[in-house]
């Protein structure tokens, strides 16, 4: 069965502090995973895309990896900031053209001052 | 329009009543996804459509849930006799074909079924 975990859960760190959020997946084939960014009331953003090939991906502050053999993906967020309150998503690509989407149920990041 | 504009942002609406919902993707994409995210829960994934193929449905919950894209653009989520359990926010996404593809989230419509 095609699946998305994703942990912690929720998250809650000091502004100006880094974290690191996982996701672990078990889709088969593996096309492409993106981490996206869900602000309150709003649609996901997209953070990064990442094919197979691919191991690291940064976009700001923000730096995704990925470990195609061990089927894991990291998020790390650096310096956090007090919108980088959000919740992030981790979603996968199956198949070969990508057109099924499998999402994480998501962490919750609260960052404090 | 530059992003994916979703219709109307919140609906509240009686029990048994339908319900309509509409996506605007960006122009030129030819992916369109519909999802919806209940409380505290992940996204789920109702119906796909891509190009003039015969649409993915495998997601809607129900026959009471339907959709259509006319003219490869602008889609539209219906849901017939609603109920309590349809409460959600309902996502609209459109992206191209080819991978790795970015796809593109409206803001969504916060449905409450009271």
Redesign the interface.
């Given at each position: 069965k095609n699946q998305v975990e994703q942990s912690p859960q929720s998250l809650i760190i000091l502004e100006g502090k880094n974290c690191t959020l996982q996701c672990n997946y078990t889709v088969s084939p593996f096309s492409n995973l993106r981490w996206y960014k869900q602000d309150t009331g709003r649609g996901p953003v997209s953070l990064t895309i990442m094919t197979f090939s691919e191991n690291t991906k940064s976009n700001g502050r923000y730096t995704a990896t990925l470990d195609a053999d061990t089927k894991q993906s990291s998020l790390h967020i650096t310096a956090s900031q007090l919108s980088d309150s959000a919740s992030y998503i981790c979603v996968v690509s199956v198949g070969q053209a990508g057109t099924a989407l499998i999402f994480g149920k998501g962490t919750t990041l609260s960052v404090s001052s | 329009g530059a992003g994916?504009s979703?219709s109307p942002s919140n609906k509240v609406t009686e029990k048994g009543k339908d319900v309509e919902l509409r996506c605007d993707p960006i122009s030129g994409h030819t992916?369109l996804?519909w999802?919806r995210q209940s409380l505290g829960?992940?996204?789920e994934?109702l119906i796909?459509f891509?190009g003039n193929s015969a649409p993915?449905k495998s997601g809607l919950p129900s026959d009471r849930f339907s959709a259509e894209r006319t003219g490869g653009s602008v889609s539209t989520l219906t849901i017939q006799r609603t109920q309590q359990e349809d409460s959600a926010v309902y996502?609209c996404?459109s992206g191209t074909?080819d991978?790795?593809?970015?796809?593109?989230?409206?803001?969504?419509t916060?449905l409450t079924v009271v």
């Open positions: - | 994916v979703q992916a996804y999802y829960q992940g996204l994934f796909y891509q993915d996502l996404a074909r991978p790795p593809m970015g796809y593109t989230f409206g803001s969504g916060r």
